[in-house]
């Protein structure tokens, strides 16, 4: 075993650390700067075991990880999914070999940088409505204002689904991510019965499309006509599909947009900057986006058997955690990790995670993100956080700043 790995039982773990590894709902990534916590963890403790399994904090472990064919994405023996709110393996993310390329080879070009371009003037557009509803106000709660229900209407638009179904989908999107309990199998068993539900609700989607036209632009159209080696989809393989896409279209892209709005709030010389040189949105978001890392971690990943990684031993059966935060405050891979630097050479961070199951609607992420940031500081002369107010962070599993009171001057 190499030196560097430390043997800590969890109930010895930091809070910290307990919320990375195991979602533990303390509070402790409830701040402002969590990337600090990511560095000391990965300074002191770069690969830990502990009675479950082991954690991996530095990009080159990650990535080796991210890429191994002996970690899988699902429960090996049982075949379930955990943390998505249903006991099927969702497709692509809970889906490994040959089965998940093929999925990949489907899904990956309906998410091309040249096909989301074509939806940046739409996008545009809808924010811009949303700004609509508080620029004459010249302040706005921007979480529940802005990041929040911007892309979700973005999503409904380009996924297909009727535009009264988003309430729902949102209510059961959070029930899911951000299920209570004590222990991950407690949050686990609140979560399904969550996903019940919206999984009860896309079969009826998927027969309503059916038995109408299945033509159209949208995702679901698309889903409804693949085929795989000449065989169309089951309306299981579309549920699943459709339950991944309402997770992670509902629920990302809110977070990160809050999580870069409140940190150049918070700095002006860096905000003034980007407001003045629209060409810096693009790395300013990846540069936050590497600091920020919103979505910090995998969720889990199972050993079908005795591997190494880098040689550290993986032993059949393990849990396997995957820290993408982490690796993105690496000094091995990023100089000055903990200071932004707009125009970064080089910047591979993996905030979209790292390997096979790397995010495949990164693309779309990026544009909504540049959209919506630059849409925002087209419409708003200058801006900060509300004086007497602090912004208020909220780590469940997706770091957001859930509380957001900005004033601004508008143009």
């Given at each position: 075993?190499?030196?560097d790995?430390?043997?800590?039982?969890?109930?010895?773990?930091s809070p910290?650390l307990?919320?990375?590894?195991a979602?533990?709902?303390n509070?402790?990534?409830?701040?402002?700067?969590?990337y600090?916590d990511?560095a000391?963890?990965?300074r002191e403790?770069?690969?830990?075991?502990w009675?479950?399994g082991v954690?991996?904090?530095?990009?080159a472990?990650?990535?080796?990880a991210?890429?191994?064919?002996?970690?899988?994405?699902?429960?090996p023996?049982s075949?379930?999914?955990?943390?998505m709110g249903?006991?099927e393996?969702?497709?692509p993310l809970h889906?490994d070999?040959d089965l998940?390329r093929r999925?990949?080879?489907?899904?990956d070009p309906?998410?091309?940088p040249?096909k989301?371009?074509g939806?940046?003037?739409g996008?545009r557009?809808?924010?811009?409505?949303?700004?609509?509803?508080?620029i004459?106000r010249?302040?706005?709660?921007f979480f529940?204002e802005?990041?929040d229900?911007?892309?979700?209407?973005?999503?409904?638009?380009?996924?297909?689904a009727?535009a009264?179904?988003?309430?729902?989908?949102v209510?059961?999107?959070?029930?899911?991510?951000?299920a209570?309990?004590a222990?991950m199998q407690e949050?686990?068993?609140v979560g399904?019965?969550?996903?019940d539900?919206?999984?009860?609700r896309?079969?009826?989607?998927?027969?309503?499309?059916?038995?109408?036209?299945?033509?159209?632009s949208d995702?679901?159209?698309?889903?409804?006509?693949w085929?795989?080696?000449?065989?169309?989809?089951t309306?299981?393989d579309i549920?699943?599909?459709m339950?991944?896409?309402?997770?992670a279209?509902?629920?990302?892209?809110?977070?990160?947009i809050?999580c870069?709005?409140a940190?150049?709030?918070?700095h002006p010389e860096?905000?003034?900057?980007?407001?003045?040189?629209p060409a810096?949105v693009?790395?300013m978001?990846?540069?936050?986006?590497?600091?920020?890392?919103?979505v910090?971690?995998?969720g889990?990943?199972?050993a079908?058997e005795?591997c190494?990684?880098n040689?550290?031993?993986?032993n059949?059966?393990?849990m396997?955690?995957?820290?993408?935060?982490?690796g993105?405050v690496d000094p091995?891979?990023?100089t000055d990790?903990?200071t932004v630097?707009f125009?970064?050479e080089a910047?591979r961070?993996?905030?979209?995670?790292?390997?096979?199951h790397?995010?495949?609607?990164?693309?779309l992420?990026?544009?909504?993100?540049?959209?919506a940031?630059?849409?925002?500081?087209?419409?708003?002369?200058d801006?900060e956080?509300?004086?007497?107010?602090?912004?208020?962070y909220?780590?469940?599993?997706?770091?957001h700043?859930?509380?957001?009171?900005l004033?601004?001057t508008?143009r």
């Amino acid at each position: 075993m190499r030196d560097d790995v430390k043997v800590v039982p969890y109930a010895d773990m930091s809070p910290e650390l307990r919320a990375m590894i195991a979602y533990e709902g303390n509070h402790a990534l409830d701040t402002q700067c969590p990337y600090n916590d990511f560095a000391r963890v990965q300074r002191e403790t770069p690969v830990v075991r502990w009675e479950m399994g082991v954690g991996f904090f530095t990009m080159a472990d990650i990535v080796a990880a991210g890429n191994h064919p002996s970690l899988v994405s699902a429960e090996p023996n049982s075949g379930e999914a955990f943390g998505m709110g249903s006991a099927e393996p969702l497709i692509p993310l809970h889906i490994d070999g040959d089965l998940h390329r093929r999925y990949r080879k489907l899904i990956d070009p309906l998410l091309a940088p040249r096909k989301v371009a074509g939806l940046e003037e739409g996008f545009r557009q809808m924010t811009d409505e949303i700004i609509d509803g508080f620029i004459d106000r010249g302040r706005v709660e921007f979480f529940s204002e802005f990041a929040d229900p911007l892309p979700a209407r973005m999503f409904m638009q380009l996924f297909g689904a009727p535009a009264e179904d988003l309430a729902f989908f949102v209510e059961r999107k959070d029930a899911i991510l951000k299920a209570e309990g004590a222990t991950m199998q407690e949050r686990e068993v609140v979560g399904r019965a969550a996903g019940d539900g919206l999984r009860a609700r896309l079969r009826e989607i998927v027969a309503e499309r059916r038995s109408g036209a299945a033509d159209g632009s949208d995702l679901i159209a698309e889903f409804l006509t693949w085929e795989i080696d000449g065989d169309r989809l089951t309306d299981d393989d579309i549920v699943n599909i459709m339950h991944l896409f309402v997770i992670a279209g509902l629920d990302t892209v809110a977070s990160t947009i809050s999580c870069l709005i409140a940190w150049l709030a918070g700095h002006p010389e860096e905000r003034h900057r980007v407001m003045a040189d629209p060409a810096l949105v693009a790395p300013m978001v990846e540069e936050l986006m590497r600091l920020e890392s919103p979505v910090p971690s995998s969720g889990v990943r199972w050993a079908i058997e005795d591997c190494e990684i880098n040689g550290v031993p993986v032993n059949k059966g393990e849990m396997v955690y995957l820290c993408w935060g982490a690796g993105n405050v690496d000094p091995a891979v990023f100089t000055d990790p903990l200071t932004v630097d707009f125009h970064r050479e080089a910047n591979r961070h993996i905030a979209f995670a790292a390997g096979r199951h790397r995010c495949l609607g990164s693309h779309l992420a990026r544009l909504e993100l540049r959209c919506a940031i630059d849409q925002f500081h087209r419409r708003v002369a200058d801006y900060e956080i509300a004086p007497g107010e602090e912004v208020q962070y909220k780590f469940e599993g997706v770091r957001h700043a859930s509380h957001l009171p900005l004033v601004f001057t508008p143009r």
